[in-house]
């Protein structure tokens, strides 16, 4: 297990910026897939991005694809969202969440079952 902690939410207007940090403890870390989801509400939680455990590989929802970015820094136990051009559609409480490397395939173990430890969730809200 990791725990994770998840900062940098705010409020944000239309086609503006903001950039997640998720520190995570641990001296496995490297050895996590990383992710981010998010949750609007009423709606089920829904994958984002997430990188391989080198961070070589990424992978991204079409909703943000372009927009979004996913890094990672091994040495530092951190993950980070940038995301630009934000939408008001993109409203939501973000996690940072983790899982072995044997769940699957990064582009097709998305769902949030597949990650087995989750930030406490960090509030983004997007005004139009």
């Known amino acids: 297990q990791v725990q994770l902690v998840e900062s940098g939410g705010g409020l944000v207007q239309a086609g503006g910026s903001l950039r997640l940090s998720c520190a995570a403890s641990g001296r496995t870390f490297s050895s996590y897939v990383m992710g981010w989801f998010r949750q609007a509400p009423g709606m089920e939680r829904e994958f984002v991005t997430a990188i391989s455990w080198r961070g070589l590989t990424t992978n991204y929802a079409d909703s943000v694809k372009g927009r979004f970015t996913i890094s990672r820094d091994n040495a530092k136990n951190t993950v980070w969202l940038q995301m630009n051009s934000l939408k008001p559609e993109d409203t939501a409480v973000y996690y940072c969440?983790?899982?072995?490397?044997?769940?699957?395939?990064?582009?097709?173990?998305?769902?949030?079952?597949?990650?087995?430890?989750w930030g406490q969730g960090t509030q983004v809200t997007v005004s139009s």
């Open positions: 969440a983790a899982r072995g490397r044997s769940i699957g395939l990064l582009r097709t173990a998305t769902s949030p079952a597949d990650f087995g430890s």
